[in-house]
């Protein structure tokens, strides 16, 4: 028995309905991602692909929406944007509890510590920074109505919605009272910034959610659109300022390569997306302190999951400990990013 896999009745749905695929499978969970669950799948003949499903048991409602990832990674297909090839979608929830979709298995790896840069030399380092902020302008230069994603959501007021959302957000999940998530949110609702333009917005991007060719830095796939809806681009950079490191690795984020060093600092990444945008970047650090806020009470959200046994398996002392606090950390650096704003 695998949580998360049906195998007999998921086995029966991918026969009938991927192309080329033949029973038995093999499943074995991959990833450390502390949301939606991901397996490798293996056939008879040793092809491999990958199978996504949300959380076990109770999750907020359209927090872990399978047919709107599945339907990004789609109309990503033919773009300058990589990312994996949708294979197919089984929304049927009596076939493995809750919908499901299966992609292709992209080679490369997913570099998102200090360890696993350890090994990747400078020049190699200094391609993976350019080339995931490369990837990052592809992304927001996409015109929404062409990729047929026009849709996907409301096109203005991106910040004030999220804003909104993550606050219900903090609201249905919190496992305790912290002022301090309250008093960032209200000063963020205070100095939102125009948006400029309408884009896809990740919602999640950054080295952790993407496969990297290490012998080239080249981004092979984006991962994990799990988040993702139209709204201001700018977001998704001052994501990438949570997690990222200056030059020599000190700060960031401890899920993120750039703490090995050699990736240049987030000052350096501004100043590439700057040069391939005409988007004014004067208040990209508000951005920044809105990412951290959000990632608080997504932390919080993944604590309480952890909590109540929702992710299908236990986690270490020192794992919760460090999930307990990290909303209280988030939080404490966007109020401190928002004090020293302009």
């Given at each position: 028995m695998i949580d998360g896999i049906d195998?007999?009745?998921?086995?029966?749905?991918l026969v009938a309905n991927v192309a080329g695929v033949e029973a038995p499978f093999s499943y074995q969970r991959i990833g450390g991602g502390r949301s939606n669950l991901t397996f490798s799948v293996t056939d008879a003949g040793g092809r491999r692909f990958v199978l996504r499903r949300p959380p076990l048991g109770h999750v907020l409602a359209t927090a872990h929406d399978m047919t709107r990832e599945h339907r990004a990674i789609t109309a990503m297909g033919p773009t300058a944007v990589p990312v994996p090839a949708t294979l197919g979608l089984c929304t049927d929830g009596s076939v493995n509890d809750a919908p499901f979709y299966v992609m292709t298995l992209v080679a490369g790896d997913v570099v998102d510590s200090a360890d696993k840069a350890a090994p990747i030399g400078p020049a190699v380092r200094a391609a993976m920074a350019e080339n995931l902020i490369e990837v990052l302008v592809s992304l927001h230069d996409l015109d929404v109505d062409d990729i047929g994603l026009g849709d996907l959501g409301r096109r203005e007021g991106y910040i004030d919605r999220q804003l909104s959302r993550w606050s219900k957000q903090w609201d249905g999940s919190k496992t305790r009272e912290l002022p301090v998530v309250d008093d960032v949110a209200a000063r963020l609702a205070r100095r939102v910034p125009a948006q400029?333009?309408?884009?896809?917005?990740?919602?999640?991007?950054?080295?952790?959610?993407?496969?990297?060719?290490?012998?080239?830095?080249?981004?092979?796939?984006?991962?994990?659109?799990?988040?993702?809806?139209?709204?201001?681009?700018?977001?998704?950079?001052?994501?990438?300022?949570?997690?990222?490191?200056?030059?020599?690795?000190?700060?960031?984020?401890?899920?993120?390569?750039?703490?090995?060093?050699?990736?240049?600092?987030?000052?350096?990444?501004?100043?590439?997306?700057?040069?391939?945008?005409?988007?004014?970047?004067?208040?990209?650090?508000?951005?920044?302190?809105?990412?951290?806020?959000?990632?608080?009470?997504?932390?919080?959200?993944?604590?309480?999951?952890?909590?109540?046994?929702?992710?299908?398996?236990?986690?270490?002392?020192?794992?919760?400990?460090?999930?307990?606090?990290?909303?209280?950390?988030?939080?404490?650096?966007?109020?401190?990013?928002?004090?020293?704003?302009?």
């Open positions: 195998e007999g009745r998921v086995e029966s749905w400029q333009g309408v884009g896809v917005v990740h919602g999640d991007f950054r080295f952790g959610n993407c496969i990297t060719d290490t012998a080239t830095g080249r981004i092979e796939a984006v991962l994990d659109w799990e988040l993702c809806t139209l709204g201001d681009p700018l977001a998704d950079l001052g994501y990438l300022g949570v997690f990222w490191a200056d030059d020599d690795g000190t700060g960031g984020g401890v899920n993120d390569p750039s703490t090995a060093g050699g990736f240049g600092d987030f000052g350096a990444a501004v100043e590439r997306y700057a040069a391939h945008s005409k988007r004014d970047l004067s208040d990209v650090n508000y951005y920044v302190a809105f990412q951290l806020w959000r990632s608080a009470v997504i932390m919080e959200g993944v604590y309480a999951r952890y909590l109540h046994g929702a992710m299908g398996e236990p986690t270490t002392g020192d794992d919760m400990l460090y999930l307990e606090q990290a909303p209280v950390a988030l939080s404490e650096r966007a109020h401190d990013a928002l004090t020293h704003l302009p």
